[in-house]
């Protein structure tokens, strides 16, 4: 393992499972177990399963400035948020390119919880902070379980009165096998599913809990790697994995504006100024290529990093790819030269494979998205 530095409370269920406690965001995460990550997919497609998700930052914004200082760091438009309702949002730099996204939570008047992955956003937020009234508090004592699939609020429903009401990026605070948490209607895996944020010290009982009375649900443990699986299908970006800062230009510092990776439906309507926001107006319309699905030959998975081509012309690059035990397809994520980034578009695979793709757009599965935002 790499030099971690944060600790989850679920370390050694992690270890017991067969993990290695892999580094991820500063956190011994549990990238694989023993089990097959066939069945964990599988699981949360068709029944549940049970993620530590803990290694994503966790950061409260306390007081009056908190609300503008988000307002003008991310894409959302905050003043829209109530207590108990949330948002994905992305955070651009000077340059209008991504450098993060989160989802940002309004717990109070003046309170919020962030939650970043592995980009600058946080530490771009700490130098904005300075000279306001706001308070930052990172906060590594919270524990987050995702429990995600379409029984997950089966399993839920007899425990948490009311989750069956709780709207898509809604959360409620409550109590769960007499521990207080939150419950937020959110993932990342394209489903339906709750992400439960819990102490430390509660951490193990409740994923205990969870795993022996879920196992009627077919509630299993799936370990971190699942989620490229769900995200690739589900059109769910990973920074830096997709980026530029994996796959640099030729002639150009890294980087990837809004218009180039899909995200710019994260910028409010009506949305006032924000860091970033001159230039990614002005960039729209120059993307240098675009995220767009590809749809292989076969079962041979591509790896990161395979190329795409048109003949003799490299035509983009893929960044994650998965074959799917349940549709039976191959697919993957890319970085495609924009005329190439149309449904249908003939491609060829070379690499740790050599096969014949199409451009596919996106997501794979559930295009509507009806799974993750169903009602009752």
Request: proline residues 4%; aromatic residues 10%; hydrophobic residues 40%.
């Amino acid at each position: 393992m790499a030099n971690s530095w944060r600790i989850s409370a679920l370390a050694t269920h992690h270890r017991q499972l067969g993990s290695k406690l892999e580094d991820w965001n500063g956190m011994g995460t549990a990238w694989t177990y023993d089990s097959d990550i066939a069945d964990h997919y599988t699981a949360i497609r068709t029944k549940a399963g049970l993620m530590d998700v803990s290694g994503l930052k966790k950061v409260h914004y306390v007081g009056p400035h908190a609300e503008s200082l988000l307002e003008y760091a991310t894409t959302r438009d905050i003043s829209k948020l109530y207590p108990g309702k949330s948002v994905y949002a992305t955070m651009l730099n000077e340059q209008g390119k991504f450098v993060d996204d989160c989802v940002i939570y309004r717990t109070g008047p003046n309170a919020f919880m962030v939650v970043h992955g592995t980009g600058i956003g946080y530490e771009m937020l700490i130098r904005s902070a300075a000279g306001r009234q706001v308070a930052v508090l990172f906060d590594d004592d919270l524990h987050d379980l995702s429990l995600q699939g379409p029984l997950a609020v089966d399993y839920l429903a007899q425990h948490v009165a009311g989750i069956r009401d709780l709207p898509y990026f809604h959360h409620l605070q409550t109590k769960l096998f007499g521990a207080p948490v939150m419950i937020s209607r959110t993932g990342y895996t394209g489903e339906r599913g709750y992400e439960i944020f819990c102490k430390a010290a509660d951490a193990p009982m409740i994923w205990e809990t969870i795993l022996s009375t879920g196992a009627e649900y077919g509630i299993i443990p799936c370990s971190f790697t699942t989620l490229d699986w769900l995200r690739t299908e589900s059109y769910l970006l990973f920074f830096p994995y997709d980026n530029s800062e994996y796959f640099p230009f030729k002639n150009d510092v890294c980087g990837d504006t809004l218009w180039e990776l899909g995200l710019d439906f994260t910028v409010s309507p009506h949305k006032g100024e924000f860091r970033g926001c001159y230039e990614h107006r002005r960039l729209k319309g120059k993307e240098r290529f675009k995220i767009f699905g590809v749809l292989l030959e076969g079962n041979q998975v591509p790896a990161m990093g395979d190329t795409l081509w048109d003949g003799n012309q490299q035509v983009g690059v893929i960044t994650c790819g998965m074959h799917s035990p349940l549709t039976g397809k191959t697919v993957a994520i890319a970085r495609l030269d924009v005329p190439y980034a149309e449904q249908g578009k003939a491609l060829q695979v070379k690499g740790s494979l050599e096969v014949n793709a199409i451009a596919h757009t996106l997501p794979f599965d559930d295009p509507e998205k009806l799974k993750r935002t169903a009602k009752g």
